[in-house]
T-cell receptor, first 115, second 111 residues
Framework: EAGVTQFPSHSVIEKGQTVTLRCDPI?????LYWYRRVMGKEIKFLLH????????ESGMPNNRFLAERTGGTYSTLKVQPAELEDSGVYFC?????????????FGPGTRLLVL | GDSVTQMEGPVTLSEEAFLTINCTYT??????LFWYVQYPGEGLQLLLKATKADDKGSNKGFEATYRKETTSFHLEKGSVQVSDSAVYFC??????????FGTGTSLTVIP
């Protein structure tokens, strides 16, 4: 069974540019999450999809971030325009069920550097 | 709000040394507690978890006990190996099913 995959693995862009990150969850997982780890700090929740619907986007930092999950399969996270403080590692995770039995499976992350 | 505080790294140990990575939490209600590990170039993997007070999670020689009285979930291993070199994250899942992670502790084990 393939795990969670993310693309690209690294991205270096200039301030003001646009970047789109992609996450392919494990097949059949309805829950998809985005997290971010800014240099040396904790991993923070950004948002949660259930299928194609945004269940919780309370962690999204501002309106420069737009997440979509077309058809309830893969998800994209677009940053437009990117700022220096957006640099960090963006993780995606997916799970099959919520609640006490939930196990989230993480992708390898996308390392974003904004210059 | 809910939060997790874990020991800052980096930690460097010799092979076969004893490992402790401290983790304490702040939460309302009764969260579930987790340790995740990230090996170089890979995603976070669930290492172990505990869902209620006094539960002990264990996997691959690692252990952690959910201590409600001290709000702690310290990770321990009796004899580390070079292959244990990774970044370890303590996390809690609150009653609203939201995850909170610590800052991560980098462990390097030298032969």
């Amino acid at each position: 069974e393939a795990g969670v995959t993310q693309f690209p693995s690294h991205s270096v862009i200039e301030k003001g540019q646009t970047v789109t990150l992609r996450c392919d969850p494990i097949s059949g997982h309805d829950n998809l999450y985005w997290y971010r780890r800014v240099m040396g700090k904790e991993i923070k929740f950004l948002l949660h999809f259930v299928k194609e619907s945004k269940q919780d986007e309370s962690g999204m930092p501002n309106n420069r971030f737009l997440a979509e999950r077309t058809g309830g399969t893969y998800s994209t996270l677009k940053v437009q325009p990117a700022e220096l403080e957006d640099s960090g590692v963006y993780f995606c995770a997916s799970s099959q069920e919520r609640g006490a039995r939930e196990t989230q499976y993480f992708g390898p992350g996308t390392r974003l550097l904004v210059l | 709000g809910d939060s997790v505080t874990q020991m800052e790294g980096p930690v460097t140990l010799s092979e076969e040394a004893f490992l402790t990575i401290n983790c304490t939490y702040t939460a309302t209600g009764y969260p579930s507690l987790f340790w995740y590990v990230q090996y170089p170039g890979e995603g976070l993997q669930l290492l172990l978890k505990a869902t209620k007070a006094d539960d002990k999670g264990s996997n691959k020689g690692f252990e952690a006990t959910y201590r409600k009285e001290t709000t702690s979930f310290h990770l321990e291993k009796g004899s580390v190996q070079v292959s244990d070199s990774a970044v370890y994250f303590c996390a809690l899942k609150d009653t609203g099913n939201q995850f909170y992670f610590g800052t991560g502790t980098s462990l390097t084990v030298i032969p």
